[in-house]
Nanobody
Framework: VQLQASGGGLVQPGGSLRLSCARS????????MGWYRQAPGKQRELAAE???????NYADSVKGRFTISRDNAKNTVYLQMNSLKPEDTAVYYC??????????????WGQGTQVTVSS
């Protein structure tokens, strides 16, 4: 399984960006796709995640501004980011957690994409 993230860039405060993460390789069973972010000098944190059934979960800091969605036919997850703030500046990583038949979970990570919010 490989994840290819794209869509980062430089945007002014108040602007928008859409991140995409395309999965290649087969998976079976329950899975959760998500976006994590890591700002300089800080730990990686969850921004948003969405289950294979479409249930989404957001960090409090992005609620109401970010929207996560997935297109299962295209094996792609998206993160629409609106009303961006300088504190959203970070490297954003795509992750998929897949439940194995044993019940355990396995993580796959994509490469990061830089998001910079600055005037």
């Amino acid at each position: 399984v490989q994840l290819q993230a794209s869509g980062g860039g430089l945007v002014q405060p108040g602007g928008s960006l859409r991140l995409s993460c395309a999965r290649s390789g087969s998976i079976f069973g329950l899975n959760v796709m998500g976006w994590y972010r890591q700002a300089p000098g800080k730990q990686r944190e969850l921004a948003a995640e969405i289950t294979s059934g479409g249930t989404a979960n957001y960090a409090d800091s992005v609620k109401g501004r970010f929207t996560i969605s997935r297109d299962n036919a295209k094996n792609t997850v998206y993160l629409q980011m609106n009303s961006l703030k300088p504190e959203d500046t970070a490297v954003y990583y795509c992750r998929i957690a897949v439940q194995r038949p044993t019940g355990s979970w396995h993580d796959y990570w994509g490469q990061g994409t830089q998001v910079t919010v600055s005037s």
